[in-house]
């Protein structure tokens, strides 16, 4: 490093970590800047996989999507660790100093492996891997009520009336009812001022 012009390892490395902080905060920047900013209750609202935020949020729910994904997750991150060991098996300056070398890091690798097979195999047993189907059937109840009634009713054709126009006057109606025979007190209650 005889030209002080040049840069070091280190400086390449803060050049890269700057620009990369950059565009991330110029994207950030952009996607304020241009986005719409009409707001609605449906935009507001909590957004989870798909499912509209509805109801209470204690209800029972499978657990074998996360168990599924955090298997996939624990083999996917330790199947990385044979990279490394991969690039580094295969130089020969390191067989070459000792012959034992390629050996040693053969049966590392290989107990390694072998305990993620053992994972598997205890995954696999212990039945995490196995997506149990629903059994779909239609419920049945023991009624006396014969079939024939069903499809009569279902077969039927009804009228529709309108539901606005009616509506207040029931509404109305039922509230005249209920004001004209509300029961009187049967018993009044009598205080006495004190002396």
Known sequence: MDDPAQLS???????????????????IF???????KKNNPIKSGTYECGEDPIGSSWVQ???????????FLLFDVELIF?????????QS????????WGWFTMIEMAMFIGILILGLV????????EWVKPNVSLPKVPVNIPQSAYSTLNNSSY???????????????TVAQEVA??????????FKKPE
Not at 30 to 36: K, N, Q
Not at 61 to 71: D, E, G, Q, S, W
Not at 181 to 187: C, S
Request: hydrophobic share 55%.
């Open 93 to 100: 300056e390191y067989i070459a100093a000792d012959g034992r």
């Open 61 to 71: 729910f499978n657990p074998r999507f996360y168990v599924i994904a955090l298997v």
């Open 9 to 27: 390892e280190y400086g390449k490395i803060l050049i890269i970590l700057l620009i990369g902080a950059l565009l991330v905060c110029a994207t």
């Open 181 to 190: 025979a509300a029961p009187k007190i049967a018993f009044k209650p009598r």
């Open 159 to 173: 009228q529709v009336r309108d539901y606005r126009e009616p509506a207040a006057a029931v509404v109305e109606n």
């Open 82 to 90: 044979i990279f490394p060991w991969a690039t580094v098996f295969g």
């Open 30 to 36: 952009l996607a304020r800047l241009i986005s719409p």
């Open 122 to 129: 205890f995954v696999w047993k212990k039945g995490d891997l």
